[in-house]
């Protein structure tokens, strides 16, 4: 159904060792496709956590100074390696902080059928920890 909203669970897998190791690499790469405005890349989430299970899911936030900027950047390299930008723009703003909703806001590149593997990827780019 082509307008089923209805969530769905995630796959959920058991533990890689070599998924840390992975997600450095595509950390590294994205680092390298992306300058200068990256101001880094860094491998977070289930995949970087060591004996985790895991929603297979690479979860890359690259830090920028100026996210409208980047975004305008980022989008033919990132599409160069399959992801393609999503309209999802807003970010959750965790517990306990007292930042405005608009510090964190967001641009997230998810991996598109293409991609290598398979594999579902994220490049978001979060301005608020550079």
Not at 40 to 51: K, V
Not at 69 to 81: K, S, V
Not at 91 to 114: E, F, H, I, M
Request: aromatic letters at 6%; one cysteine or more.
């Amino acid at each position: 159904m082509a307008n089923d909203t209805t969530p769905t669970a995630p796959t959920m897998a058991d533990c890689n060792l070599a998924w840390k190791t992975r997600g450095i690499v595509i950390a590294t790469k994205l680092r390298a496709a992306l300058p200068p405005l990256t101001l880094r890349a860094d491998h977070i989430g289930s995949t970087a956590i060591p004996g985790m299970a895991t929603k297979l899911t690479f979860d890359l936030p690259i830090s920028v100074s100026n996210l409208n900027e980047a975004a305008r950047a980022f989008d033919q390299p990132l599409a160069d390696r399959a992801f393609q930008r999503s309209s999802y723009r807003k970010d959750y703003v965790p517990a306990g902080c007292d930042d405005a909703q608009a510090s964190w806001t967001k641009r997230l590149w998810n991996a598109t059928p293409q991609a290598p593997r398979g594999r579902h990827q994220r490049a978001c780019s979060p301005p608020r920890f550079s």
